[in-house]
């Protein structure tokens, strides 16, 4: 419709999550109708974000640095470390302001029929940072889905020889729901009513 | 969080209608997650198209060359014209392959008091198109809203002098409509309207 450019766009905008081609073609009339400047404001910003934004040497979140801020951050609990499967999830609960210590993403969970085994969420490397001896307690927030709790389980197994403690997050994320959609709240509660194992 | 580029991107992505801080902070984890190549896809697809894509110099749509594709076309009736709102109006009406005629697009509709007067829709030139002598029917084709109405009426007198044949497009119950559901100003327009078949 229009011309190849626009179509292209239609195309390019229904990559997104959750957009289908009746909000892709609205998207691309109302920056073609009467933000242009947004058009290009959005062109920049995702080509210098995918540019620059690249994992956290220490944590494996987003950052645009070698290291992100809240592992260069000084005034963060250097003892707690909170396990999340994806950056996601940092953000989720970094959102609720209840947490003052250090993340791991895993980027994905356990999930052998699709091939990705410990080593592909670098269950090693997590060991390996558990070993230095800094960290004290282990909060396991993999999601409540079925893959998620089959992850900390294997983490708390794979952890058992470690002097280290070992928490879960609390039920009350509700049963296979995924942590970036739940609300603040009960995400805050999940958090300090964490169940200790160990 | 996580660095001013991520920053950036989700309020970009905020331009976009219908999408609010969660959907553009989910949208650009998912570029940043999985899709750098879709990031950068739509990146140039934007600067593209905003660049490239403006105005046909004839009917006003939009278009990446001086003409657009309906207006360039041998094989559409130059006889009937059909006059929108917006490209998204035309869009539409292609979409139901149901008219084979040219299109005008105004680019808005009258709106006194947002200063929106014949000239800012392009009435005279709309006017000059006419008296090229080409044209033989004109449909209206504005929105059923307040504006739309006032403009297509205002369209009707404009054009009284000229030997142009005014439709405007039927207005009554949509299809699937039921009647206890339907607004009774439409209702009642559905009745006065009613096509005789007999
Ligand atoms: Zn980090
Ligand atoms: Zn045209």
Same mark, same amino acid.
């Given at each position: 419709?229009?011309?190849h450019?626009?179509?292209? !766009?239609?195309?390019?905008?229904?990559r997104? /999550?959750?957009?289908?081609?009746?909000? #892709?073609?609205?998207? #691309?009339?109302? !920056?073609m109708?009467k933000?242009r400047?947004s058009?290009m404001?959005l062109?920049?910003? !995702? *080509?210098?974000? #995918?540019?620059?934004i690249?994992?956290?040497?220490?944590?494996?979140?987003?950052?645009?640095?070698?290291?992100?801020?809240?592992c260069? *951050?000084?005034?963060?609990?250097?003892?707690l470390?909170?396990?999340?499967?994806?950056?996601?999830?940092?953000?989720?609960?970094?959102?609720?302001? *209840?947490?003052?210590?250090k993340y791991?993403?895993?980027g994905?969970?356990?999930?052998?029929?699709?091939?990705?085994? /410990?080593?592909?969420?670098?269950? /090693?490397?997590?060991?390996?940072r558990l *070993?230095?001896?800094?960290?004290?307690?282990?909060?396991?927030?993999?999601?409540?889905?079925?893959?998620?709790?089959?992850?900390?389980?294997y983490?708390?197994?794979?952890?058992?020889?470690?002097?280290?403690?070992?928490?879960?997050?609390?039920?009350?994320?509700?049963?296979?729901?995924?942590?970036?959609?739940?609300?603040?709240?009960?995400?805050?509660?999940?958090?300090?009513?964490?169940?200790l194992?160990?």
């Amino acid at each position: 419709m229009f011309s190849h450019k626009f179509d292209d !766009l239609v195309h390019a905008l229904r990559r997104l /999550p959750s957009v289908g081609p009746k909000s #892709a073609q609205r998207m #691309a009339l109302h !920056l073609m109708m009467k933000n242009r400047e947004s058009a290009m404001l959005l062109a920049n910003a !995702l *080509s210098e974000a #995918a540019q620059h934004i690249h994992s956290c040497e220490v944590c494996n979140s987003l950052t645009e640095n070698r290291v992100c801020d809240i592992c260069a *951050s000084h005034h963060r609990d250097e003892t707690l470390l909170c396990v999340v499967e994806s950056p996601a999830d940092v953000m989720a609960i970094e959102q609720t302001g *209840s947490f003052n210590g250090k993340y791991h993403v895993l980027g994905g969970h356990l999930s052998p029929l699709d091939g990705v085994g /410990p080593d592909e969420i670098g269950i /090693p490397r997590f060991i390996g940072r558990l *070993s230095e001896g800094k960290i004290q307690e282990v909060i396991l927030a993999t999601n409540a889905t079925v893959e998620g709790q089959a992850t900390a389980h294997y983490l708390l197994e794979a952890c058992k020889h470690l002097p280290v403690r070992m928490s879960r997050i609390a039920q009350g994320v509700p049963q296979g729901g995924e942590l970036e959609y739940v609300d603040s709240h009960t995400l805050s509660q999940a958090v300090h009513q964490r169940m200790l194992f160990k």
